[in-house]
Every structure is written in C-alpha cells, then in structure tokens.
C-alpha cells in the first residue's frame, strides 16, 4: 500500500501556539495535499504543495516539502479553537489522478 | 463554491439488503470517487470515475459496485450489505487533469445490522 503515515495521532495544544504535523509516504510523487475534517463532515482541502516544491504558504498555514525524506509537514500558527478538526495528508503519484490519504492527525486547541 | 451533496446523512440497513448510496455534485466535474473512512485506517478508495458510463476499482472494491449514468451522479451499491460495511463512505469530485484538489460531501454513517 502506498498509504501514508501521520505523526503525531493526536496532538493537543493551547489557543495561540503553533501545531505542526508530519506526513510521511513510500513512493514518489506528483503533489501532495493537506485536508481538514471537522466532526462528523466532509474533508476540505487546505493547500497543495507540487513535487518540485520545498515550501508554500496560505495564511496562518505553512506546509513543507522534502521529497528526499518522503515527508511534509503542516504548520499551523496562532492557533484558534475553529481549528480543532482531524488533518489529513494525501499524496497524488505519478500516472494516476487518484490521491492516497494517511491516517490523520487529531488536532484539538485549548481555548 | 462546489457543492456535493450525499443523499442521507445516516443510514441503516440489515444484513443481506442492497444498498444505494447517492452522491450528486453540481461543479460539472469529469473524476468522481467513493472512500469509506474507519478510525485508525484513514480514507481508502472503493471505485472512482473518470466520465460518464466509466468505473475504476480502487484500493477496496471487494463488496461494491458503482453506476454513473449521468455526469453530475455516482452511485456507489453494495449488493449485499454485510456488517464489516459499517462505516462512514465519503464522496468526492475533481476537475480533470493532475493538481486537482478533491471536493468532498460530508458522508453517509452506513450501519449495517
């Protein structure tokens, strides 16, 4: 399986810090993309950083990419209650136009 | 804004029956998808389409069927439902091509008794 891992599984922090979640996957891609998931809704798609990428930006998120290590990060700065939800990495591979997604990243502000 | 819309929220069914599941986005969008998401599994993929009258298995199709007779609808079957088909399925469309984010409705919690 071409499934990526998440890390952590759950992160709990206070409203203001910074979170940062981590995504690793097993084969080369094409780009890679960051969603979110409230409870009990659909995903929703933050940011897609391409292959060729290192860093992107939008907002109060950063993502980065290291494609010699297989992995990206999301950063999310000054955090805020709304931004509690589930974080998902999916991964777009070379040939196909489907996406593989991890497992996800459990993410609840403190207020 | 795209709009996907699953036609029930929550669903029960018993063991044995045949199950629709209706997914219709209204962004004239050629790929559509279907996943189901259990906790600790992340989303795999059942079936996805490209274009009308046209179906791909995914990672899990074992169990499923799909219909897309029109552009704007995918249909995902279960023909005979079992209760390892409890979960949450999600649909999911794009516009063609690579770089595409996908657009997701917000589920149907399928229980099957």
Known sequence: ?111 | DVKVTQSSRYLVKRTGEKVFLECVQDMDHENMFWYRQDPGLGLRLIYFSYDVKMKEKGDIPEGYSVSREKKERFSLILESASTNQTSMYLCASSSPGFDQPQHFGDGTRLSIL
């Open chain 1, 1 to 111: 399986s071409q499934q990526g891992e998440e890390d952590p599984q759950a992160l709990s922090i206070q409203e203001g810090e910074n979170a940062t979640m981590n995504c690793s996957y097993k084969t080369s891609i094409n780009n890679l993309q960051w969603y979110r998931q409230n409870s009990g809704r659909g995903l929703v798609h933050l940011i897609l950083i391409r292959s060729n990428e290192r860093e992107k930006h939008s907002g109060r998120l950063r993502v980065t990419l290291d494609t010699s290590k297989k992995s990206s990060s999301l950063l999310i700065t000054a955090s805020r209650a709304a931004d509690t939800a589930s974080y998902f990495c999916a991964t777009e591979h070379f040939g196909n136009e489907k996406l593989t997604f991890g497992t996800g990243t459990r993410l609840t502000i403190i207020p």
